[in-house]
């Protein structure tokens, strides 16, 4: 075990399950606060992909549990907190992961796509959040970290409204749960990631890869351990007076006007 940042913590990985290679960022946050010390819940629809991130935590030593559940249920999401309870004795560490893409112009959109879209997106972390949080309060408080995107701070490379603006409710509910449960002991922070390479763009172009790169200041392609190890620190003691904000983890890409990559596309 590496150095333990979440000793005795439980934390809880909606969206835990792994694809394959690359690493998504819900496997690749789950294994490294296994190996920081969590007992970590794996929250996924799917249990087989669960099963490999499970299996992984503990042959390194780690502990790790498994709940299947679709997160848009309300009932899913009150039994998964309950298995936190019943299982580990609390909760300190959510990790809102799920996610689902939604493309087109606000003028090709399909009303039953979108609600599916909002259903997955966003309402799955405000369903998460509302069993969390009293037991997250009962156990002396913690963090909660959601997953936006920088799609949800400045419009992207590509027509995505459904997806884009569900990212951008996911930022904002971090900021309004950090305010209204700031005394529960409880932090809420946001992480937006960039152009990282993980399973939800793996089929994309060579051609496309290499212009995310070009675009970014620093050049180069994140990928689902970027983001897991600003997850590790956002719910570690040591981001203790960190809430509210939204983290963008992207090679520096939103701190960049298009022309003031100009050069790097030449």
């Known amino acids: 075990m590496e150095n333990a940042r979440l000793q005795d913590k439980v934390a809880m990985v909606v969206g835990a399950g792994s694809r394959g290679e690359p690493a998504g960022t819900g496997y690749a946050t789950a294994k490294l606060f296994a190996r920081h010390g969590a007992a970590v819940v794996l929250v996924d629809n799917n249990r087989e992909r669960a099963e490999v991130t499970e299996r992984e935590i503990l042959e390194e030593g780690g502990f790790a549990s498994i709940f299947e559940a679709d997160a848009t249920r309300e009932?899913?999401?009150?039994?998964?907190?309950?298995?936190?309870?019943?299982?580990?004795?609390?909760?300190?560490?959510?990790?809102?992961?799920?996610?689902?893409?939604?493309?087109?112009?606000?003028?090709?959109?399909?009303?039953e796509a979108l609600d599916k879209v909002f259903a997955i997106n966003l309402k799955s972390m405000i369903l998460v959040c509302?069993?969390?949080?009293?037991?997250?309060?009962?156990?002396?408080?913690?963090?909660?970290?959601?997953?936006?995107?920088?799609?949800?701070?400045?419009?992207?490379?590509?027509?995505?409204?459904?997806?884009?603006?569900t990212k951008a409710g996911a930022a904002h509910l971090a900021r309004v749960l950090a305010v209204h449960h700031?005394?529960?002991?409880?932090?809420?922070?946001?992480?937006?990631?960039?152009?990282?390479?993980?399973?939800?763009?793996?089929?994309?172009?060579?051609?496309?890869?290499?212009?995310?790169?070009?675009?970014?200041?620093?050049?180069?392609?994140?990928?689902?351990?970027?983001?897991?190890?600003?997850a590790l620190f956002l719910a570690s003691d040591e981001a203790r007076w960190i809430s509210g904000v939204v983290l963008p983890v992207d090679g520096g890409l939103l701190a960049a006007t298009p022309l003031a990559v100009y050069d790097n596309l030449q």
């Open 75 to 111: 009932d899913d999401c009150a039994a998964m907190v309950s298995f936190c309870r019943e299982r580990y004795g609390g909760l300190h560490i959510v990790f809102n992961n799920v996610a689902t893409h939604g493309s087109g112009k606000v003028t090709d959109i399909d009303a």
């Open 130 to 165: 509302k069993f969390a949080i009293p037991l997250m309060k009962a156990s002396g408080g913690g963090s909660i970290i959601n997953i936006s995107s920088i799609d949800g701070e400045r419009a992207g490379m590509s027509h995505n409204v459904p997806y884009a603006v």
């Open 182 to 230: 700031g005394r529960d002991n409880i932090r809420v922070n946001c992480i937006a990631p960039g152009h990282i390479f993980a399973p939800f763009v793996s089929r994309i172009s060579d051609d496309k890869r290499a212009l995310r790169r070009k675009v970014a200041p620093l050049g180069t392609e994140g990928n689902a351990w970027d983001i897991a190890w600003a």
